[in-house]
Each structure stands twice: as C-alpha cells, then as structure tokens.
T-cell receptor, first 112, second 108 residues
Framework: DGGITQSPKYLFRKEGQNVTLSCEQN?????MYWYRQDPGQGLRLIYY???????QKGDIAEGYSVSREKKESFPLTVTSAQKNPTAFYLC???????????FGPGTRLTVL | GENVEQHPSTLSVQEGDSAVIKCTYS??????FPWYKQELGKGSQLIID?????GEKKDQRIAVTLNKTAKHFSLHITETQPEDSAVYFC???????FGAGTRLTVKP
C-alpha cells in the first residue's frame, strides 16, 4: 500500500527536551511538507522540501529543524527553542507543484 | 509568500440546503487549488481540486469554481447531509499555504 506514515500517533515530552517526529512516504513524491495545527485553527506551514537535500522555511519555522537526506523521509525536530510546541503536526507530500497533496495521519505532541 | 484567506470560519446550515465556502489567494502564479475535508479520526482527505485552466469542476454534490482575475475560488456543497459536517480547508498551490478552515455543521 502506498501512503504516508507518521509515528508515533501521540507523543509526550518534558519541557526543554528536543523531540523528532517521523514522516515516511512510499509514493515516490519529490515534495514533502510539515504543518502545525492548533485547536480551532488552520494548518500553518513549518518547513517544506521540494527535492532531496533541500528544504525551505515556511511561515513558522522558528524552533523547528528538518532534514531531507532521503526522498522518502522528512523528519521534523521540535527543539527546546519552540516556545509553544504542544500541537497536532501533519506531514504531507506530493509529486510536485500543482499535484495532489496527500496527508499523513498526524502526530499529536504534548509537552508537559 | 502566498496568502490564503478563507471565509466563513463557521457555517451552519439545515440538511438539504447548500453551503458555500470562499477562499482568496495572493499569488497570481498559483495554478492548483485543492479542497480538503478534515474529520476527527479520519485525517484530511482531498475532496475536490481545480486547476487554473478550468473555471468550474463538479463531482456529484460538490463543485468548485475559480475566478483567476479576482483570485478567488469557492467550494459549493448542494443538498447537504449531516455527514458533510467537518472542517474544510482550501489551499493554493505555490507554497501550499492553507486557509484557516471552515467548520461546517449540517443540522438534521
């Protein structure tokens, strides 16, 4: 089955710890994206990558970091510098600009 | 970067009525405009999309219209049903920015 997987579904961390969220796709898509969603709000773009070994900051990149060493993987690290990390994080991918974007199931991060 | 605005933020309709959600975008180079439906426990699913070479697209009870000159596009749901209740998001292609979402409630 082709698709996007995010793990884990729920994640709890103590304040001050870095945490890495996994996103893997086997759709052979070039572009991958990370979004953050807060209760009652829309999706805000954190980082995106249009090709392997390249990525760009989105609208709310501060306190986050990413890597794109492999086409199928785009992990997101939530660092201790992120002031309000508790949120629902969605990963997405698509073949290219203008193609359908597919979403992973999301990871709900709670920082205690 | 691209700026996408979506209205209204909440919409309540009676079952059987129509619902319309509108989005405006800022980047005239955007050429792909999808709509997603987000339901609890089901994630975000693409329900319809439109490309800039087309003015309207319809799929059963759902339609999307695009006005490139005015840089806005709209989602139309006819004969609404309770199962249409969800949060709907629009997006514009270049940077894949999303609108803030519309919570649609269809009252039986």
């Amino acid at each position: 089955d082709g698709g996007i997987t995010q793990s884990p579904k729920y994640l709890f961390r103590k304040e001050g710890q870095n945490v890495t969220l996994s996103c893997e796709q086997n759709l052979n898509h070039d572009a991958m994206y990370w979004y953050r969603q807060d209760p009652g709000q829309g999706l805000r773009l954190i980082y995106y990558s249009q090709i392997v070994n390249d990525f760009q900051k989105g609208d709310i990149a501060e306190g986050y970091s990413v890597s794109r060493e492999k086409k199928e993987s785009f992990p997101l690290t939530v660092t201790s510098a992120q002031k309000n990390p508790t949120a629902f994080y969605l990963c997405a991918s698509r073949a290219g600009i203008g193609d359908t974007q597919y979403f992973g199931p999301g990871t709900r991060l709670t920082v205690l | 970067g691209e700026n996408v605005e979506q209205h209204p933020s909440t919409l309540s309709v009676q079952e059987g009525d129509s619902a319309v959600i509108k989005c405006t975008y800022s980047d005239s180079a955007s050429n792909y405009f999808p709509w997603y439906k987000q339901e609890l426990g089901k994630g975000s699913q693409l329900i319809i999309d439109i490309r800039s070479n087309v003015g309207e697209k319809k799929d059963q009870r759902i339609a999307v219209t695009l006005n490139k000159t005015a840089k806005h596009f709209s989602l139309h749901i006819t004969e609404t049903q309770p199962e249409d209740s969800a949060v709907y998001f629009c997006a514009a292609s270049m940077g894949m920015r999303f609108g803030a979402g519309t919570r649609l409630t269809v009252k039986p």
